[in-house]
């Protein structure tokens, strides 16, 4: 811990009162942006995906459950990869508690990965995680929504994530929110990438309250620090160095057809 500057409780009180106008003030602009965010536009979405989950194939309009509202977390889980991504864990720690007090807001959440359906089943159990995980395996889904990238385009060095071209992974997170209307059309109402993912991390919100805060300023990439929960253990470090990258490919990996 970094030595920090002592004040009366005089001071303090003024400085913390001088916080809370800040902090009243982003909480304004937040429900604004939130606002802004309801008034987007819907787009029809045309095309038939279909999905792989425990009770068999599902259309998107299936996985609503009943509800008119769908929240999807495009996981970073490759065909190939040996398991999910450390900061998908990371968030995916948070899904579990949300989803009855969602389904009880007409809203269904639910995570979509490219990895095959035994593969997400086998790492959900190893979590102990309870939501429901389906497999886009084989189909556009991820491609159209800007989460997955083939090899033509991580081959041009640059790849269409987050509203802009930049350097990429064949993997990367994102949140898509869809929604049903009474003829049972499905439009897809927003969706967001990167640092937006935030908003879905409750840990970071208990990190931004301590005094050392995040503590990723010396990382190559700010989740460097995060691990798998079962991964913790007395022998923990962090690498600051650690390049941000997808992990190891099954040694018996199987190929998605786009």
């Given at each position: 811990?970094?030595?920090?500057?002592?004040?009366?409780?005089?001071?303090?009180?003024?400085?913390?009162?001088?916080?809370?106008?800040?902090?009243?003030?982003l909480t304004k602009?937040?429900?604004?942006?939130a606002r802004q965010r309801?008034?987007?536009?819907?787009?029809?979405?045309?095309?038939?995906y279909v999905f792989e989950g425990p009770e068999g194939q599902a259309s998107l309009s299936d996985l609503f459950d009943g509800r008119s509202q769908l929240v999807i977390y495009h996981f970073m889980f490759g065909p190939e990869w040996r398991e999910e991504c450390p900061s998908c864990s990371?968030?995916?720690?948070h899904i579990d508690g949300a989803v009855p007090h969602l389904a009880n807001r007409d809203v269904t959440l639910i995570a979509v990965a490219r990895a095959p359906l035994a593969h997400l089943e086998a790492f959900k159990k190893r979590m102990g995680w309870r939501f429901k995980w389906?497999?886009?395996?084989g189909g556009d889904f991820n491609f159209d929504y800007h989460v997955s990238f083939s090899e033509a385009e991580l081959g041009r060095g640059e790849v269409d994530y987050n509203y802009r071209m930049q350097a990429g992974l064949d993997e990367l997170p994102g949140i898509s929110v869809f929604c049903k209307d009474e003829t049972g059309q499905v439009f897809h109402s927003y969706s967001s990438y990167g640092r937006g993912?935030?908003?879905?991390i409750g840990a970071y919100n208990y990190l931004d309250l301590v005094p050392k805060g995040r503590d990723e300023g010396g990382l190559a990439f700010t989740m460097a620090w995060v691990r798998h929960h079962d991964r913790y253990?007395?022998?923990?470090?962090?690498?600051?160095?650690?390049?941000?990258?997808?992990?190891?490919?099954?040694?018996?990996?199987?190929?998605?057809?786009?």
């Open positions: 811990m970094q030595p920090h500057r002592i004040v009366s409780p005089e001071v303090w009180l003024a400085e913390r009162k001088a916080l809370l106008a800040c902090e009243k003030a602009a937040r429900d604004e942006v309801r008034e987007l536009p819907w787009v029809k979405v045309e095309k038939p990371f968030l995916a720690d389906v497999s886009s395996f993912g935030d908003l879905l253990d007395r022998g923990y470090a962090v690498d600051p160095g650690q390049a941000q990258g997808p992990p190891e490919k099954s040694a018996a990996s199987c190929r998605a057809e786009r």
